[in-house]
């Protein structure tokens, strides 16, 4: 039987609803728990240095990223490594994003449209690799089904566009552990075909929290089946003073620290 939850808080001796879904009877609510995932992935703040492994059939390229983020809304990540790409940032703050390539000297704001498009030639979009909370804010969500792996409860949670929202995927599809890590996301087209999946694997203490330290995002129409993207961390830290200067166009032109 299903049953919709509402959740309240007063303000000023007025209850207002702050969010409602359709759930069954006795799970929790499925957008909580995709904020709660989204929230988990960022803290408060978080500062990370990752490895970005692209692999094609008959090449790969391999590049250094360091990433911070503040709050769910704003982050910014410019390339460390190799020397060649090494100044290459992107900046987002909130719904816009900003692209810097130092050897033009030029920053290019990304209109909506190419916000799911590919970052760097990899198979990660702007949204995916800034870990954008569109999801929360233009799906709805339901939980389709629930199991148990190693005494840990995992969500089976779908999400649908909301009518004339700017997205382009027709359906997504994640699997959530009750402690917050996101383990898959998968990406379907309008047709309900699979485009895209990340799977997070090796997870280790990162920071103050269990965190899975590889997020491989596999296409599902390449020709030869090999091609995917592979973020390593290698280092990661929650939570950390971080200014809201270092969030402006004028930061992603500098290297930053």
């Known amino acids: 039987m299903k049953k919709t939850i509402f959740n309240w808080f007063i303000r000023g001796g007025t209850a207002l609803v702050l969010l409602s879904s359709t759930a069954l009877a006795g799970e929790p609510d499925p957008k909580a728990v995709i904020a709660k995932a989204w929230d988990y992935m960022r803290g408060k703040t978080s500062v990370s240095v990752l490895k970005m492994t692209v692999h094609r059939a008959d090449w790969e390229r391999t590049s250094v990223i360091k990433a911070w983020t503040k709050g769910r809304e704003n982050s910014i990540f410019q390339i460390i490594a190799p020397k060649k790409d090494k100044g290459n940032g992107t900046l987002k703050i909130g719904r816009n994003m900003w692209t810097y390539n130092p050897k033009v000297n030029r920053v290019v704001k990304i209109p909506a449209s190419m916000m799911s498009q590919s970052w760097m030639g990899s198979d990660f979009s702007n949204n995916d690799l800034s870990k954008a909370d569109t999801i929360l804010n233009d799906y709805t969500h339901e939980i389709e089904g629930t199991r148990t792996q190693d005494g840990i409860q995992i969500y089976e949670i779908k999400a649908l566009p909301k009518p004339d929202a700017p997205v382009i995927w027709g359906m997504q599809k994640l699997k959530i552990r009750e402690d917050g890590i996101l383990l898959s996301q998968a990406f379907y087209d309008e047709d309900m075909n699979m ?61 930053l620290r």
């Open 195 to 255: 485009v895209k999946v990340m799977v997070t694997t090796d997870i280790k203490m990162m920071g103050d929290r269990p965190f899975p330290v590889k997020w491989t995002m596999r296409s599902m129409d390449a020709d030869s089946g090999e091609d995917y993207t592979l973020l390593e961390y290698n280092e990661l830290q929650f939570d950390l003073p971080v200014q809201e200067r270092l969030f402006t166009v004028n930061a992603l032109k500098k290297p």
